[in-house]
C-alpha cells in the first residue's frame, strides 16, 4: 500500500488541462519526501569532481553518505561535469551538521557550497 503526499506548486488546480506543466500538483510518495529530507545540494564542485572523490569529503567530516549523484551535461561519450552534485545522506538528522561542516570545504581548491533546498 503506497503512500502519497500532495505538493501544491501553482496556483491553478491538478486537472486543469490547460495549466503550465510546472503549475501543476506533484504527487510525491512517503519514500520520497522522506528521502528529500536526507538530501542535500553542492554547488562550486570542479568539473572533474567524481562521486568517490565527493563521498569521501563528507566520510572525513563524520557525515554518512547513501549515494552521491554527479550533475553531467553533453551527450554521448562527451559528458562532463557541470559543478553539480546532489548528495543523499544516511540519516536525515546528518542534513544540517552536513550543511554546517561541508559549507566552504575545499575540493581540489574550490570551496563548495551546500544547500538544503536547490542549488546556489
Known amino acids: ?54 563521498e569521501d569529503i563528507f566520510h572525513k567530516e563524520g557525515i554518512e553518505v547513501e549515494h552521491v549523484e554527479v550533475l553531467k551535461k553533453g551527450h554521448g561519450t562527451f559528458k562532463t561535469g557541470c559543478g553539480l552534485a546532489v548528495v543523499t545522506l544516511k540519516s536525515e538528522s546528518d542534513k544540517e551538521v552536513a550543511i554546517q561542516k561541508m559549507e566552504g570545504q ?7 557550497a551546500v544547500r538544503s533546498d536547490c542549488f546556489a
Open 1 to 54: 500500500v503506497g503512500l502519497a503526499v500532495a505538493v501544491e506548486s501553482g496556483p491553478r488546480a491538478a486537472h486543469d488541462e490547460h495549466a503550465h506543466p510546472a503549475s501543476r500538483k506533484l504527487v510525491k510518495s512517503a519514500s520520497q519526501v522522506v528521502r528529500d529530507k536526507k538530501i542535500v545540494y553542492v554547488s562550486n564542485l570542479p568539473y572533474q569532481a567524481e562521486p568517490p572523490a565527493i
Open 106 to 112: 575545499l575540493v581540489y581548491g574550490r570551496p563548495m
